[in-house]
């Protein structure tokens, strides 16, 4: 079966089967990597460090995205 016939089946599916559908492609996408992830909590255990130690100072969201 081609992608086009694949397209045509979906389509004749009610909404909320379309939606998980869409939903179960969607997240075989983004599968978890245990590296990034312990690169990405390094760096946030280093910036918390950081943090609580003084040598950075924090910006209030305010003054990046402004009043809400």
Same mark, same amino acid.
């Given at each position: 079966? #081609?992608? &086009?016939?694949i397209?045509? &089946?979906a389509?004749?599916? @009610?909404p /909320?089967? *379309?939606? @998980?559908?869409v @939903? &179960? %492609? +969607?997240?075989?996408?983004d599968?978890p @990597? =245990?590296? %990034?992830d312990?690169?990405? +909590?390094?760096?946030a255990?280093? *910036? +918390?460090?950081a943090?609580? /130690?003084?040598?950075v100072? #924090? %910006? =209030? /969201?305010e003054? %990046? !995205? #402004?009043? !809400?």
């Amino acid at each position: 079966m #081609g992608k &086009q016939e694949i397209v045509a &089946q979906a389509l004749k599916l @009610d909404p /909320a089967e *379309r939606f @998980d559908l869409v @939903d &179960q %492609i +969607l997240h075989s996408l983004d599968k978890p @990597d =245990p590296v %990034i992830d312990r690169v990405w +909590l390094e760096e946030a255990e280093k *910036r +918390l460090a950081a943090n609580r /130690a003084g040598k950075v100072k #924090g %910006i =209030p /969201a305010e003054e %990046i !995205f #402004g009043k !809400f």
